[in-house]
């Protein structure tokens, strides 16, 4: 991909165009917010595959691609009856109503929000298989090379760039998966099918937060069709 002065300009106007359009750049606590979420990001990538593990052994319901697919159901109706909730309130006290999930244009949304969702949709069905594969620990360190997809979707989706000292993380990232393949090699009867699943989860993240950040600052420009 080609990297010009006109996409850099582009994608730092998108990124204050969703600083403004969110108010986190009111009283300087954008900062915070970005760690504090984060952190949590991180928190629960970690806890649910411990917890999905527990859950896939034989005396509970060893079915990981089933799991998934309950899993995601659930929280996408949980969110949809949230944010329909959220609008029938505003509304009924008299607020100007944001745009919302059946809201106009939604096909303009479903069709920026599609890739997302397909993109995860296959990921989490391919991680819960990895993690039904290896234990916990190693499929959680096979995961750390989502960096380096994550890196590589945003330079060739998003036209994003990485520093000198990115490149040695993603470089010493690559050397601990090398390591990792070994140590799975000697615990698993299927090395070659169980590192293949495992590493092929972090490239579909890579897509899933390259496309996520795309369309996030898509939708929430205030000069779009839903006025952000």
């Known amino acids: 991909m080609v990297h010009t002065d006109a996409v850099e300009k582009y994608m730092m106007r998108q990124d204050s165009n ?17 760690a504090l979420s984060t952190t949590a990001y991180w928190f629960f990538v970690s806890l649910i595959p411990v917890y ?9 319901f060893p079915y990981p691609i089933a799991t998934a697919g309950i899993q995601l159901g659930v929280v996408g109706l949980l969110l949809v009856v949230l944010n329909a909730s959220q609008h029938l309130i505003r509304a009924s006290l008299g607020f100007s109503t944001e ?15 599609f890739p997302i969702g397909f993109l995860f949709g296959l990921k989490y069905g391919v991680t819960n298989l990895g993690l039904h594969l290896v234990p916990a620990p190693i499929h959680l360190l096979l995961q750390s090379t989502d960096l380096i997809w994550t890196i590589i979707g945003a330079w060739w989706i998003n036209g994003e760039s990485v ?13 601990g998966s090398i390591v990792l ?15 293949a699943v495992n590493l092929l989860s972090p490239v579909l993240l890579g897509l899933c937060i390259a496309t996520l950040r795309s ?6 420009r205030k000069d779009n069709r839903v006025q952000g």
Request: with cysteine; charged share 15%; aromatic share 12%.
């Open 52 to 60: 999905n593990k527990h859950f896939f052994q034989k005396e509970y």
């Open 163 to 175: 520093s000198k000292v990115g490149l040695l993380c993603v470089s010493g990232c690559i050397a």
């Open 99 to 113: 745009s919302w999930v059946f809201g106009p244009h939604i096909w303009w949304k479903l069709k920026a929000v």
């Open 215 to 220: 369309a996030c600052v898509e939708l929430m």
């Open 18 to 34: 969703l600083r403004v359009g969110t108010g986190l750049c009111a009283g300087g606590c954008y900062i915070y917010v970005v």
């Open 181 to 195: 393949s070994i140590q799975v090699d000697e615990t698993v009867k299927a090395p070659m099918l169980a590192i």
